[in-house]
T-cell receptor, first 111, second 115 residues
Framework: GENVEQHPSTLSVQEGDSAVIKCTYSDSASNYFPWYKQELGKGPQLIID?????GEKKDQRIAVTLNKTAKHFSLHITETQPEDSAVYFC??????????FGKGTMLLVSP | EAGVTQFPSHSVIEKGQTVTLRCDPISGHDNLYWYRRVMGKEIKFLLH????????ESGMPNNRFLAERTGGTYSTLKVQPAELEDSGVYFCASSQLSSGTGELFFGEGSRLTVL
């Protein structure tokens, strides 16, 4: 089955800096890669996703890049703000079937 | 519109006892998933309902776990008897069958502590 590795497990940045979280996946048939953000006391919420027919997708301060050959994808957050502090999960699946998640990255943005 | 709701938010039980977790998906969502996160680890898939049918239950750890979704609306996940390793946060998520997107809508989770 699919296996998703996520790094780092924790990430501390200063407000205004950029943050990058990286994930690798094992199943070359996976073609859907979402990122979820979990704030304290809440459930995970989709923030951005990418399908394997594109290499990059942006939405304001967040972007995701995908390297199918290397089987890795990354989340980039620019101009970080304290409200970006949360746990971020990457995931992978074939189509919209069951998601396999990474272990999560706790991002702390200090003012 | 109400989101996915889960009850209870936190349950503390002793080893050997029984606990039932409930999930109310977003109205009209045919897909319903149960996931579990043990502290510091990944959010792990347990099972998937499409309406009232179990589409995939390959992630259920063992026969101490029983999930139901009678009538295709809310779902329950029963753990009987509970063991220490069952502790974690149980998430329910739902999605529309024909949404054309892969977005899952998660509840806030039910934290289970087995002592």
């Amino acid at each position: 089955g699919e296996n998703v590795e996520q790094h780092p497990s924790t990430l501390s940045v200063q407000e205004g800096d950029s943050a990058v979280i990286k994930c690798t996946y094992s199943d070359s048939a996976s073609n859907y890669f979402p990122w979820y953000k979990q704030e304290l006391g809440k459930g995970p919420q989709l923030i951005i996703d990418i399908r394997s027919n594109v290499g990059e997708k942006k939405d304001q301060r967040i972007a995701v890049t995908l390297n199918k050959t290397a089987k890795h994808f990354s989340l980039h957050i620019t101009e970080t703000q304290p409200e970006d502090s949360a746990v971020y999960f990457c995931a992978a699946s074939k189509g919209y079937s069951t998601l396999t998640f990474g272990k999560g990255t706790m991002l702390l943005v200090s003012p | 519109e109400a989101g996915v709701t889960q009850f209870p938010s936190h349950s503390v039980i002793e080893k050997g006892q029984t606990v039932t977790l409930r999930c109310d998906p977003i109205s009209g969502h045919d897909n319903l998933y149960w996931y579990r996160r043990v502290m510091g680890k990944e959010i792990k898939f347990l099972l998937h309902f499409v309406k009232e049918s179990k589409q995939d239950e390959s992630g259920m750890p063992n026969n101490r776990f029983l999930a139901e979704r009678t009538g295709g609306t809310y779902s329950t996940l029963k753990v009987q008897p509970a063991e220490l390793e069952d502790s974690g946060v149980y998430f329910c998520a739902s999605s529309q069958l024909s949404s054309g997107t892969g977005e899952l809508f998660f509840g806030e989770g039910s934290r289970l502590t087995v002592l």
